[in-house]
């Protein structure tokens, strides 16, 4: 896909628009570009050297939001996206859904979550990931907050409140019911959103490391027999609750105090996209 003199160049190559707010210094936005593994490559690394360019504030990246979803990106794209994450200093949204990301992808998956521990939503619905790869992002993604941070750090961000919106359905996960059961015993602390009034992007109602919103809607066939889930237990345990229907998240509250930029917040009609309106 090398552009020529006289042919179109490829959507990533394009100028950014004119805002008149200016540039999105805060938005990477690369979705539905129809791009391959060597274009997300060079587009990353057209793209960060643009930003650096702009930016006056050093060498770290001020993107809190990656939008690289509705691609054809597989490990190397993947790859080098997390590279691009990890130059961040305040990320807060990932976006790779409807990608063709399948479990070699994992391992990188896995480094951004270990390492960007700010991080508030990684978007990989409509994937190829088994659960194999599913099970280790969300190892990854518990161990790097309850381990990779200081105990102050790790207070502070249940008391604020944040849980990782982690969205990981339609992928090809066998027995989801048995493999959430089996993450709860070992202790993984993972919340599946079906309060929608009290859990949501950013806040859930447990104060849970892990949301896994949608969880059990996979596209690979389930035959595990229908039974209550791990959480639905540790519910019943807690607190008696009444079941709430699946609905899109309630919107999510301000942002973080500490931050100066405009934030990165999902809002009803990109959940709705991505759900391909199934959500109920």
């Known amino acids: 896909r090398v552009p020529t003199p006289t042919g179109p160049r490829p959507a990533w190559e394009a100028p950014p628009a004119r805002m008149s707010g200016g540039h999105r210094d805060w938005l990477l936005d690369l979705a539905k570009m129809e791009l391959t593994d060597d274009d997300a490559e060079a587009a990353c690394q057209k793209k960060v050297a643009q930003h650096k360019r702009r930016s006056s504030k050093g060498e770290r990246l001020e993107y809190q939001e990656i939008d690289v979803s509705q691609n054809h990106i597989a490990t ?13 200093q305040d990320l807060r949204v990932v976006k790779l859904f409807k990608n063709e990301l399948t479990d070699r992808a994992a391992p990188a998956i896995c480094r951004l979550l270990e390492e960007c521990l700010e991080l508030e939503q990684l978007h990989l619905s409509y994937n190829q990931l088994t659960g194999q790869g599913a099970s280790e992002i969300i190892l990854a993604a518990s161990r790097g907050r309850s381990t990779g941070a200081r105990a102050s750090e790790r207070r502070e961000r249940r008391d604020r ?18 493999m959430l059961e089996e993450l709860w015993e070992k202790r993984v602390d993972f919340c599946e959103a079906r309060d929608a009034q009290r859990c949501g992007p950013r806040v859930c109602k447990r104060c849970a490391l892990v949301h896994l919103p949608y969880f059990s809607k996979q596209d690979a066939n389930d035959t595990s027999p229908e039974r209550s889930t791990a959480t639905d237990v540790a519910s019943v345990e807690e607190v008696a609750v009444v079941s709430a229907p699946v609905l899109p998240p309630a919107p999510a509250p301000p942002a973080r105090q500490h931050s100066r930029g405009p934030v990165a917040v999902v809002s009803l009609e990109e959940e709705d996209e991505e759900d391909e309106g199934e959500e109920e």
């Open 76 to 88: 190397r794209g993947c790859k080098a996206v997390v590279d691009v994450c990890l130059q961040c």
């Open 161 to 178: 409140g944040i849980t990782l919106w982690l969205r990981l359905e339609h992928n090809r996960i066998k027995r989801s019911t048995e």
